[in-house]
């Protein structure tokens, strides 16, 4: 029998992934010379919720931990933004560096109370923390704005304030930097054993990982590039407020991850980037975009559990089963066949 | 005292009124290869999750090497020495042979916590897990994912991630469970094969897999040990064939 | 005695949440069903209530019409949407966000965004004189002893009906209740009809109380949510004893350290989950 060689695919899928990722990017870096401010201003929205979608990512998708409460993490990094850039003139990168450190420390905050919680219990201890945060944006006043948050961020500190193509192409370069990072993260050994949290907990810990030490390190990372976005949020909209940390916010960001396909490293970014043009387009048509909103949701449970790219994959394996044979079932006659995992597909999937 | 592999001695372990393990004593030396039989519901993987550590007893205490490991976590005790396998197929499903055994071998202390570079391409990393891929025959396999592998392939993977970090002290919670019996032979001669010094303690229901390999059986009955001897003593032992047989008759 | 006018306002809030929590620990504590749209569904309650009220006048007429309304349209969700997704945590998580925003804009669209205040039903009005000299609402008070009797009513209805027991039969094991000749489907559909149904009763007491907006079904919600995991999932009397303390919390908090209010109760919660997930009377989870 023929074994299929799935070392001989990968280089060029490797290839082929670097000039789509090329291409990709350069078509990124040319809208703001295409694109009408507004629709300038979505795409720069649909960086900052796909980084966010992204990080949650990492404690959902990868380390199987379905969080409720990640608008904390995104509503802190706007409300850093809005109390420094308000109160003081600290540089830009201060603020990042400061959006970074708020982030991790409230995601060890998050990962020290789910040392042990899974499923329902996981979501509403994570739903309490980040309600308990909500309540602090809300009530201290003083600090917050409360109900109606801060407003009038400027975007003076930032480099090349004033034009929205440059802040369009700083929120590029900073979410492409933050996807590599998170990339290369979730292949190191604190990364894939992160993805290990989800597979089999009790067998990590028999092959001598101490598990509460993982989740942790997943909700710092995820909640320290989850506050970035929120910074992003912040700037473009000159705002933070209360909904930044909402409850919606959390639910909506697991409808991202969900919908693009949670199982794989862009499927988050490509559901918030689906969502968000959906909107723009039915903001044309009518008014009533929560009720459509609804819809996607209750569509999105109902039909695309696996996402987009989980659909996408799947039509693939299909397609490709034709060629290749499982070695370990074709013997026993099974047509359930399968094929190898592609290992450095663009479309990542999770087991990689 | 230091020769004992594991030492665990008066394990009570409760489960709300249920008592899983009953005063249970076990010393198992250095290089020893004990087995574990009994009926159904004698307590055997209870008493495994406590020598492993995934379990704290409600009573007694666990030795592991001459050290008090009785609060140890499972994590701790894996670092000093002890693997285990597990009765039903744990394994990281999704992700690949080849994955599933760089996992494994990064768990030692100057890798796991790395998070800047790719796990496969840490020093000795991807060298030891290609070797590894060779000597156990996975190397055709080696990117498929766990999931798809067949039933037995499975049942192998447990023991090459166990085997794979050179443990002192390897805990086998029935591994042939479940395989055909051709496989179940290989499985055997496979085990039997495994170094000398590394002390096994088993569970197994096939007497006949159990008694080949033991140097030593226990059989726990109740939650409590009914008797300890080498293989051909237990095998006419009255008290363990009347458990065996009615056990038979009940079922 | 301001002391004890406090804590009568946190039972009386309490008794709200509990009101809301029974339904919610019903569908979800019995069917392992979580339904986020508990909240939607006691607005729907509560508006519906107050639309009838002005056009009949008939307080308890619209009150029992809102309800059955209400519980019709909860078990069109179950029998429609969420039936499809039985014990699939997070698309049921989802499915009833969404059919929260669907419900949520519906209602937007019909009554404004501005908050409405339904009646006091006649004879509940004005105050009464407790221990002399403190005064307290009748209706507040009136909501004390709806929450206590709802709650033992469910209760001894769980333990002494035949339903109770097929309900816990079938959440126990849907195969083998299949086996026994209990319509687990039918069964579903009832608990989740009588759980919307639980939703719009609170929620037209909880319009009377606090007042409704579109806005507030997620408030109670979330509350009720922490209500009934605090008390362990599906347990009646730890849920009772769970909004009392949310209740006296959520009270105090607002009293005492105003602009801390949500944290005093989202924090205690969030620690005391921490360390005991399965909350105050739930059952251990075997595994």
Do not use: C
């Amino acid at each position: 029998m023929n074994l299929p060689s799935p070392g001989d695919h990968v280089k060029s899928r490797r290839l082929r992934s670097a000039v789509v990722l090329g291409v990709l990017l350069l078509v990124l870096l040319a809208l703001p010379f295409v694109l009408p401010s507004f629709y300038l201003f979505v795409a720069t929205r649909i960086l900052a919720l796909g980084l966010f979608a992204t990080a949650f990512n990492i404690v959902f998708g990868f380390g199987g931990m379905p969080s409720l409460g990640h608008a904390a993490f995104f509503g802190l990094g706007a409300y850093v933004v809005g109390i420094a850039s308000t109160r003081s003139d600290l540089p830009f990168v201060v603020i990042v560096v400061l959006t970074l450190v708020a982030g991790t420390a409230l995601g060890v905050v998050f990962g020290l109370f789910n040392l042990r919680a899974k499923g329902i219990y996981l979501l509403l201890l994570t739903l309490a923390l980040a309600q308990a945060a909500y309540g602090l944006a809300f009530q201290q006043v003083e600090l917050t704005g409360g109900d109606n948050g801060i407003s009038g961020i400027t975007r003076e500190g930032v480099p090349i304030p004033g034009s929205a193509s440059a802040f369009y192409w700083l929120a590029l370069a900073m979410v492409v930097v933050s996807l590599s990072l998170m990339w290369a993260f979730m292949r190191s050994p604190v990364g894939m054993a992160i993805t290990g949290l989800r597979e089999s907990e009790s067998r990590l810990a028999a092959t001598g990982y101490r598990v509460g030490s993982y989740r942790v390190y997943a909700f710092a990372v995820s909640g320290a590039f989850s506050a970035v976005a929120g910074l992003l949020d912040a700037y473009l909209l000159g705002s933070a407020s209360p909904s930044n940390m909402a409850f919606l916010l959390s639910a909506e960001v697991m409808v991202f991850a969900i919908l693009g396909g949670a199982a794989f490293f862009f499927g988050p970014f490509l559901g918030a980037a689906v969502i968000l043009s959906l909107e723009l387009y039915v903001s044309t048509l009518t008014s009533r975009w929560t009720f459509v909103l609804g819809i996607v949701y209750v569509l999105t449970a109902l039909f695309m559990s696996d996402g987009i790219l989980g659909r996408i994959a799947y039509l693939r394996r299909r397609a490709r089963r034709k060629t290749a044979e499982s070695p370990t079932r074709a013997a026993a006659g099974e047509t359930d066949v399968a094929v190898p995992a592609d290992t450095d597909d663009l479309v990542e999937e999770r087991h990689t | 005292m230091t020769d004992m592999a594991i030492a665990a001695r008066g394990i009570d372990t409760r489960f709300g009124s249920f008592l899983a393990n009953s005063d249970v004593t076990i010393e198992v030396p250095v290089g020893e290869r004990r087995v574990l039989i009994g009926p159904n519901g004698a307590g055997k993987t209870t008493l495994f999750n406590v020598l492993a550590g995934q379990l704290r007893p409600s009573k007694g205490s666990v030795e592991m090497l001459g050290r008090e490991v009785t609060r140890k976590p499972a994590y701790q005790r894996a670092r000093m020495g002890l693997a285990r396998t597990f009765q039903i197929n744990n394994l990281f499903d999704e992700l690949t042979v080849r994955q599933n055994i760089e996992i494994t071998l990064a768990s030692e202390a100057r890798s796991r916590r790395v998070f800047w570079r790719d796990l496969g391409s840490l020093p000795g990393i991807r060298a030891r897990t290609n070797a590894l891929l060779t000597e156990w025959e996975f190397s055709d396999l080696a990117d498929w994912p766990v999931r798809e592998l067949a039933y037995g392939q499975q049942r192998v993977m447990e023991i090459v991630l166990a085997m794979s970090k050179q443990p002192r002290v390897l805990l086998l919670d029935e591994p042939t469970a479940g395989l055909a019996p051709a496989d179940a032979i290989r499985l055997t001669n496979l085990l039997a094969a495994l170094p000398r010094d590394i002390t096994i303690i088993m569970i197994e229901h096939d007497m006949e897999v159990a008694f080949a390999l033991a140097d030593r059986v226990t059989v726990l009955h109740q939650g409590s040990v009914l008797a300890e001897d080498v293989p051909g003593r237990v095998a006419v032992n009255q008290e363990v064939l009347q458990v065996y047989l009615g056990d038979m008759s009940d079922a | 005695m301001v002391w004890l006018s406090n804590v009568l306002n946190g039972l009386a809030f309490g008794s709200l949440l509990f009101l809301v929590a029974s339904g919610l620990t019903i569908t979800f504590g019995l069917m392992r069903t979580i339904n986020l749209a508990h909240g939607a569904f006691y607005l729907v309650g509560g508006y519906l209530a107050f639309d009838l009220y002005v056009r009949t006048g008939s307080y308890w007429l619209s009150l029992v019409v809102a309800v059955v309304v209400t519980a019709v349209i909860g078990m069109l969700v179950e029998r429609l949407l969420l039936h499809r997704l039985l014990n699939q945590e997070l698309p049921q998580i989802i499915l009833t966000v969404g059919v929260s925003l669907m419900i949520g804009d519906l209602l937007l669209t019909q009554y404004g965004g501005s908050p409405i205040s339904p009646p006091t039903p006649a004879g509940l009005e004005g105050s009464m004189q407790l221990f002399g000299s403190v005064i307290f609402p009748k209706f507040r008070a009136f909501l004390i002893v709806l929450a206590l009797v709802l709650a033992a009513l469910i209760m001894a209805f769980l333990r002494f009906s035949s339903i109770g027991a097929k309900v816990r039969s079938a959440v126990d094991d849907q195969e083998i209740a299949r086996t026994i000749g209990i319509r687990v489907p039918l069964i579903f559909l009832l608990v989740f009809g009588a759980g919307t149904a639980l939703a719009a009763f609170a929620g037209v007491w909880g319009g009377a109380l606090t007042s409704l907006s579109p806005d507030t079904g997620l408030d109670v919600l979330l509350l009720a949510l922490v209500v009934v995991v605090v008390g362990g999932l599906g347990s009646v009397p730890g849920a009772l004893i769970a909004a009392f303390a949310v209740g006296l919390l959520d009270q105090f908090g607002k009293v005492l350290f105003p602009e801390w209010s949500l944290f005093t109760i989202y924090a205690p919660v969030a620690l005391f989950l921490a360390f005991r997930p399965n909350g105050l009377l739930g059952k251990v989870e075997s595994r």
